[in-house]
């Protein structure tokens, strides 16, 4: 401590810390500078303070320095222990700490000393040499050149000048921290983005008002996702839906086909919700209209099967209805691409007539408890939907094309084909005349088409598959419908009547006959679908008893009403299975995601190219040609 306290002619050379001896000289003139304390204060300041240096004089100035040195003596070091830190700077080694005097207070970090400055002439090189100079004075080593100083991140530079004490603190390494919410950010994954309504605006303007930041995308990124988009947006036209999906209901990709979305990863709840979900809600407000029948008919009677059960169904159809009516719009919001890739597929357009029968189906199955007569309006309602889809896809099977009948004919079709009766029945139920005779009129002219279309088989209808399934139980749900309608607009069950209804429970024993029809199936929600036919068959049958009363129709009446009613219970507990059990109820909906056209060999690709060995595709050829 005597060259602290200044007793000694011949100072030792003072102890440097290496956290400060590695500091860098600020080229910052002025910043967090502080004058070193006078020579006056300094002896009184010894005692107490080891840093301290006398003011140098203005003669040990002027003498020329000394001999540079790559670093300042040092008599003891100051190390900190080591912290469990991943960004602990590496050369650290465990030792005991060494304590320091710092300043007893901030008092002697005074305002900056303007001669010290001026006699530097206000250069930073100035100040350097003269910091060497006394340095070569006292006999200490100089400070090397910031430029030839240990970089290494995370250290705070500290420098002595004679003069000046500049303190400046080092960023520590390791990248900014993550903001709350960035992680969500960059981890979305944005294949879905082309089904989307909004094409992910919707999800980078809430993450904006989240103040998350913006995610940058390499070029690389950017060029996949622009193949993705292109080759997702464009919509697949029936021939891509035929080459590229087998089954019976065209929802099976084939070994040689790839998908748009991440076949490996479960998809949004939204994109795997198919409009075929709407087969529930045919499935169970049948059984409400079933019950309904049971209940109020004469040659069921024997059975005293009470009201109640009609109002129980009822409620759970209507509840049923508005759920999955309140998903599926979700999906029209959200993903509307998906829902337009629904409606060009050549079965599951069918479908959107689904919602509509199934209101009518609840008008028709109303409770005498809730209502025993229905307002005319509700009928115009519901068939307006109605006549616009059958303008759109009536208008295409005539009209050739594509999508021209004879090329998309399947037994989904009748659903499009049954809606014409339902509203005949439930029209001619509230006392219209006209209107239903006109949609009756309608159905008739199409069913007949399309009944001999599916009979014939044609090579070019793909559609119909060599195994047996239960789509083929859509053909008894026209005629039987129509043999109620009928009855309902002429008043008794009449000829024209007895002519549907026996041309249902033909086709009926033909699909029942057959052992291999119940085995090999694949559950699928489409299902619901098929069991309206059966209900529609039993309510008919009931109809017909009505008229001709025999213990042959009593019979018939019971057997079919019961094979309905457990099937639809044998379904509803399938469904239970695999939504809360196997929890596969709504797998990835792939018939959607197939790209817009097959991808070609590489063969084909090189004999595709030009003699410059570039190739140019038909949308560049149509944007020359457009230039």
Known sequence: MEGANGNSNSPAPRAVPPLLADVEVSNLPGFDVTPAPSPRHQDAAAPTTPTARPQPSPKKASRPAGLPMDRVTRR??????????PFQAPGYRTMQPVSISLPASPSGFGTPA???????????DGLRRQAMANAAARGEAQPSPPAAQDKQGGSVRFAHQP?????????????????????RVMS?????????????????????????????????????????????????KVDRFFAALEGPEL???????????????????????????????????????????????????FLHVGTRVNLVLWCISVALMCAITAVYALKVAFFFEAVRREYYHPIRVNFFFAPWIACLFLAIGVPPSVATELPRWLWYALMAPVLVLELKIYGQWMSGGQRRLSKVANPSNHLSVVGNFVGALLGASMGLREGPVFFFSVGLAHYSVLFVTLYQRLPTNETLPKELHPVFFLFVAAPSVASMAWARITGEFGCGSRVAYFIAMFLYAS??????????????????AYTFPMTGAAIASIRYSTEVDNTFTKALCVVLSAVAVLTVTALFATTLVHAFVLRNLFPNDISIAITERK?????????????????????????GGAQ
């Open 114 to 124: 303007i001669p010290a400055v001026a006699s530097a002439g206000g250069d930073p």
């Open 188 to 236: 979305r994954d944005k294949r879905y983005d082309s089904f989307k309504t909004f094409s992910g605006k919707l999800e980078r303007q809430l993450t904006h008002l989240a103040r998350a930041p913006e995610v940058h995308e390499d070029e690389e990124d950017g060029e996949d996702d622009a193949i993705t988009t292109s080759r997702s947006t464009s919509m697949p």
């Open 163 to 183: 003069d000046k004490v500049v303190f400046r603190s080092q960023p520590i390494p390791g990248g900014q921290p993550a903001r709350p919410g960035s992680s």
């Open 251 to 301: 929802d099976q990709l084939k070994s040689s086909e790839e998908l748009v979305l991440p076949s490996d990863k479960k998809w949004p709840f939204l994109l795997r919700f198919p409009v075929s979900a709407f087969g529930m809600c045919l499935g169970v407000s049948s059984q409400a209209i079933l019950w309904k029948t049971i209940a109020t008919s004469a040659p069921t009677t």
């Open 511 to 528: 699909l029942a006959v057959r052992i291999n029809f119940f085995r090999g199936f694949r559950f699928s929600l489409a299902w619901w």
């Open 599 to 623: 991808m070609k060999p590489i063969m084909e690709l090189h004999e595709s190219q030009g003699e410059d060995g570039s190739t140019k595709s038909s949308n560049d050829i149509e944007a």
């Open 76 to 85: 003891s070091e100051v190390v900190l222990p080591p912290l469990e830190s």
